[in-house]
């Protein structure tokens, strides 16, 4: 009887497998905030714009994985020279873009030169401000000199904005993208969505699905009845905000809260009164109750960080305890200050919940130790203008989700205003660096000092609400970079 | 003056005996009324701090403490409601009194000039009018920023060319009648006719119009609030109330009720009103009714 | 006829230029420069600038007028700042959804709102008027997107019959199609609901001024059936009012969706016109809005000339 039932039990799985194996799906809709102006990542810095090509469309020298490592892409190798200042990438051979040109040396040599003139686009280009020349060595290798040795190079040919584009096709990029990945692109209906559909001639392992449609979705409550009703599959990052509890329960949802890059801040304007006095930065740090804004903002799901770092990243150096709650203590900072009385400024915020919510709870919690903020929300362009261009603004919310980007404090005329000599030689220091130990403490030096000089308030590091249907596998569950990358993604049933 | 056919003044006794049969000027009375009580106690008193957030308490449903729950931040959505009357009110009747206060003024002085400045003004309202309100408002928040102010300044500009247009007909109605004629060749200048006699005449047919702007006011700047362009945090606005709703709706749906109801009560309220009012002060449509 | 009709093209045509100059350089006047919302945070000064010179945004604002107003007599929009398509693409494609919503809100609103009207001014003064004017002056009172919240809430997240937001989009085949005509269903109750309010309060109204006339009295007096009189004889009579009414509310519904294409997230012209707005395209803005106020202007003219053709008296006085 016992093996009666193994037998019926090993037939059964036999069914199942074989009837998945006919009827998996090979189309996928994946739900994203926010649609992109256009869809040539070299030439914008828009995050939705990475969110559909990268990995999908198109492809870089090397890439960037699930968790932040660097891998060979359309460089199958490469060597560094002694002195670090010369980079040979051999190229994969035999593959085409998808309007059927060959990839060549010629193309890397080209989409280099474009980023790096004078009249580009590319909102990245101090990736790369530390080349000098770019060389064709044949069709299949090129040389980089750089001007000084930089650990992150590599890391930073990973980057969207480093997508290797040919010259044919680079003025139509930004309407009908062409590259060399797995998926072409198909259609896009402006105000609705981009549709995918696999690249037949793929260099690399082809991909499992056939057809994949990125839905715009900005609205939280839209997202939440789109998964429920079936009509997104999946959400790399959900703004399921509090309705998470109901599809966590869900058996037809599986919920993964993953790490970003998005350090989400208190900015606060170093060069401006008062917040040039490091005791009123240190007085606002401990009046900032972390749990409540993480709770009130990201619904619980943002984990606190004390410095400008991810913890997700293996150099993180946890520093919350840096400046705990303490009303009493923040008081006695703002009196030393002379400014017993507290004061007054704005807080300007930009359009993102966790910003505006986020900005009425730390207005509440800065109202107790006197600090009266008035609220001032905007439009992004307002707030680039104002507050990244102009620096005209006292505090602001903002999560900053590039990836390893805490040299933004080593920056002069960043819109901080913080200036820190130490800081500055440990950036400089890491850049030469290529040892990997030698930069993860680099790094954790760099955490530290921004820690110790409060340059703002640090808040919580953005959760990645990963929410998709329990039948697909494949997704990534942190973003290192931003990214949907589909090429491993399959349904198992 | 008593002559006049059109509007013909009641007698102050008559006009309180008919006002407490008609119903819709008494529903409206007391709909408005009492809100307009609740913005005033919400000066003096409300249940709960609403500058407080206290986030651990988010969401709660109805209860004992919380007549009507607490909002995504924990604050006391009844106490939101009173204390955003006041933001709703104040935003309309101070658009409502740009509007008149513009277009009164500019009606009344076409209607007595006619000939260029009239047509001018006429032209200017079409043009004005071709805008869709909404979408202006939307651009005059975008120019200045969002915020109680400039949604008055939104909201009151398109006020503007109702009154003129109804003062203007009102005023051209009277400018031929006997008793204008009679003022005329007193030798009265327009200013003081349109003072002593236009003005008079026409504030009925004002009071009527300004109830129903004043309640389209609300309406519009529930909308402008909504979409996130009337008053900013801390200060607590029905529109915005809904907005925040909009994303919680599968788990707290009072949070969306109660906003809603404030707001349509309200509307009703001062439509009622007007209605009652131009029944009483119009006794041409009263055989209409 | 003719002269009038000169007359009222000519006014038609003139608010339509001065419109023009007040939307182009208002819309200049905005804060926020679009170079810099295309690009995101971390660009660099020279890249904004060769941006810039791109976009045309370094001419002087008159020579851009001049040059934006040429290419609208031809039915050239311009490109949009933020999507690399032309103005006119855009345009023509929201209408996809903007266009159907109307239609089905106001014969939603229509279908309401007649009948209702027509049967409250048929019971004037009975119980049956009183409620069902009561109800209108409620339907007018509740403000559209409360009423889009509340529907969300039972039909979508309650019932899930229909979806609570978003536009697939129109497809190639008939489910595809009805999936799309599905998301609009919503919508459109919400717009069609405070509308039909309306409508039915002025088809009351004007029913009740219409049978009040002469003729209809004769009519009666005649024997003819209630029922024939009312619908054939006074409804008839009463439309032009009903008629001046639908046509603002069409130019409304086309234009002032904005709200519920925002509650439901509808890539429809108001969603459009909103997000340029905050993205600073201005260029679609500019479009986008004197299609929309040419639209009213229309709506407009064509009102008066039905009047005119009624009531000849109104030729001459205007």
Partial sequence: MKRFSTMLGAAMVLLATSTAALSARTDLVLGVVLEPPHLDPTAGAAAAIDEIVYANIFEGLTRIGPSGQVMPALAESWEISEDGKTYTFHLREGVTF????????????FTLERAMAEDSTNAQKSLFAAIETVEVVDAATVTVKLAHPQGSFLYNMGWGDAVIVAPESELENREKPVGTGPFKFHRWAKGSAVTLVANPDYWGEPVALEKVEFRFIPDAAASVTALLSGDVHAFSNMQAGDALPQIEADPRFKVVIGSTEGETILAMNNGKAPFDDIRVRKAISHALDREEIILGATAGNGVPIGSHFSPANEAYVDLTGTYPHDLDKAKELLAEAGLADGFSATLKLPPPPYARDGGEIIASQLREIGIQLEIVPMEWAQWLEQVFSNKDYDLTVISHTEPNDIEIYARDDYYFNYDNPELKSVMAELDRTADPAKRNELYGQAQRIIA?????????????????????????ENSPIQANDLTKVRWTE | MSLDPVFVPTPKRNFFLRALHNRSFLIGLIVTGSIALMALVSFFWVPYDITRLEVANRMQGISLSHPFGTDHMGRDILSMIMVGSRNSIAVAIVAVGLGMGLGVPLGTWAAARGGLPDDLLMRFNDVIFAFPALISALMITAIFGPGAVNAIIAIGIF?????ARIARAGALALWPREFILAARACGKGRLVIT????????????????????????????????????????????????????TRIALAPHLALFPGLAIAITVLGLNLLGDGLRDLLDPRLRHTR | MIAFLAKRLAVGFATLLASSVIVFFVLEVLPGDPARIMLGMNASPETLAALRLEMGLDRPIPIRYLDWIMGLAIGDFGRSYTYSSTVMDLILERLGVSLPLAVIALTLSTLIAIPVG????????????????????????????????????VFAVGLRLVPAGGFPGWGETLADNWQALKALILPAVALALPQAAILARVTRSAMVDVMGEDYIRTARAKGMPHRTVLWRHAL?????PVLTIMGLQF?????????????????????????????????????VLMLLVATI??????????????????RLSR
């Fill in chain 3, 118 to 153: 027509v049967f409250a001014a048929a019971r004037r003064g009975r119980a049956a008027d009183t409620i069902t004017m009561g109800a209108a002056q409620v339907g007018v009172a509740i403000p559209n997107f409360w009423f889009a919240l509340l529907l969300i809430y």
């Fill in chain 3, 297 to 314: 202007i229309l709506i407009n003219l064509a009102v008066d000339i039905c009047y005119a053709l009624i009531d000849p008296r109104l």
């Fill in chain 3, 236 to 240: 008839r009579n009463a439309l032009i």
């Fill in chain 3, 251 to 287: 130019a409304f519904l086309l234009a002032g969706t904005i709200i519920i294409e925002n509650v439901f997230y509808l890539p429809g012209l108001g969603r459009l016109i909103f997000q340029a707005i905050i993205q600073r395209d201005l260029i679609v803005v500019e479009g």
């Fill in chain 1, 98 to 109: 998808h309007d059927g040109t060959t990839f060549d040396a010629e193309d890397v040599k």
């Fill in chain 1, 452 to 476: 110790e000089d409060a340059v703002n308030g640090f808040l919580f590091q953005l959760p990645k609400t990963g929410v998709w249907d329990a039948r697909i596998e494949g997704l990534w």
């Fill in chain 2, 195 to 246: 003072i002593e006699h236009i003005l008079p005449n026409i504030a009925s047919l004002l009071l009527v119009q300004g109830t129903i702007q004043f309640a389209l006011g609300i309406l519009a700047e529930a909308g402008l609030s909504y979409l996130g362009l009337g008053a900013q945090p801390p200060m607590p606005s029905w529109g915005r109330m809904l907005f925040d709703a909009q």
């Fill in chain 2, 159 to 163: 006020n503007v060319p109702v009154f």
